[in-house]
Structures are given as structure tokens and as C-alpha cells.
């Protein structure tokens, strides 16, 4: 059974990716939007350490993923590095290329 806040966080959630999503993560031939944010090119020639592509999604869709787990975003293959739920209805996915 679900409780007022459930549903209302579920609201929120709903209309943070309605307006922030950038993105279609396909989990599983499901698509997902989700707020996607990829480093520019590695500066000098890679030599210099980047931020690591991420993504942020509702946690019914991308909670199950995992260290290793397969996903594409925009057409592009990635793996999980890391997965870390907010507790509020999100998951960080911390990504690297496939």
C-alpha cells in the first residue's frame, strides 16, 4: 500500500525528469529518460584525470543495476562502475564505455 508521501514524491519525481531529462537510457530494451551528464574530451590528451560519464533515473527503473550491468544511452554502450540511490526515488549511475 502507498502513502500520501509515496505519492506525492512520486509526483515530484516524475516532473524533475519531465522537465530535466536529457536523455533515453534503454535498461533491459525498456526506455528510461534520465538526466545524463558526459565530460567533454579528456583535457590534454587524456593526461589529465575527467570526470567519468553519469546518470541520474528513477530508482523502479535503474535500482536493480549493478556494478557490471549493461545499459545504452543515446545509442551508446555503457557499463555501471558504481550505483547509488538518494533514498528519494533516484539512482546515480556512475558509467564507463562498454
Do not use: Q
Not at 529518460?33 to 530508482?59: L, Q, S, W
Amino acid at each position: 500500500m502507498s502513502t500520501p508521501f509515496a505519492a506525492l514524491e512520486g509526483r515530484a519525481n516524475g516532473a524533475v525528469l519531465h522537465r530535466l531529462a536529457n536523455a533515453l537510457a534503454v535498461v533491459g530494451g525498456v526506455d528510461v529518460p534520465v538526466i545524463f551528464d558526459k565530460p567533454y574530451a579528456a583535457p590534454f590528451g587524456g593526461e589529465a584525470d575527467a570526470a567519468a560519464p553519469e546518470c541520474t533515473g528513477p530508482a523502479s527503473a535503474l535500482g536493480t543495476l549493478e556494478r557490471d550491468s549493461a545499459l545504452s544511452i543515446d545509442g551508446v554502450a555503457y557499463e555501471v562502475e558504481t550505483a547509488e540511490s538518494d533514498g528519494l526515488g533516484f539512482v546515480r549511475l556512475v558509467l564507463r564505455s562498454a
